[in-house]
């Protein structure tokens, strides 16, 4: 199983980013992705998650009105729009996958069930 996120660098406040996570030896279809961050010296923190089908969505209350987080199952891609970024947004983006339906869904918070993740792409908004 491999997850490879991209898209990530450096922008100013106020700017947009679009990561992207292809993955591959999964049933992309049958699983619930999601994307996860952590900053330096902090814990890691869920950021956006979806449905299997990409028909239902949630976020954390920091990104809400933000970020969009979406899935193309025939591209078996994930992708988190970010706009209007913050310096606090600044952190490394994890991609993770489950098998669908997951336990943890709608709260953002129950990421640790997830069992693939990715290597991760930087954020920084200075």
């Known amino acids: 199983v491999q997850l490879v996120e991209s898209g990530g660098g450096l922008v100013q406040p106020g700017e947009s980013l679009r990561l992207s996570c292809v993955a591959s030896?999964?049933?992309?279809?049958?699983?619930?992705m999601s994307w996860v961050r952590q900053a330096p010296g902090k814990e890691r923190e869920g950021v956006a998650a979806?449905?299997?089908?990409?028909?239902?969505?949630y976020y954390a209350d920091s990104v809400e009105g933000r970020f969009t987080i979406s899935k193309d199952n025939a591209k078996n891609t994930l992708y988190l729009q970010m706009n209007s970024l913050k310096p606090e947004d600044t952190a490394m983006y994890y991609c993770?996958?489950?098998?669908?339906?997951?336990?943890?869904?709608?709260?953002?918070?129950?990421?640790?069930?997830?069992?693939?993740w990715g290597q991760g792409t930087q954020v920084t908004v200075s």
């Open positions: 993770a996958a489950v098998l669908g339906p997951y336990v943890g869904r709608g709260d953002c918070r129950r990421f640790s069930g997830y069992n693939y």
């Open positions: 030896g999964i049933t992309f279809s049958r699983h619930d």
């Open positions: 979806i449905y299997t089908g990409g028909d239902y969505t």
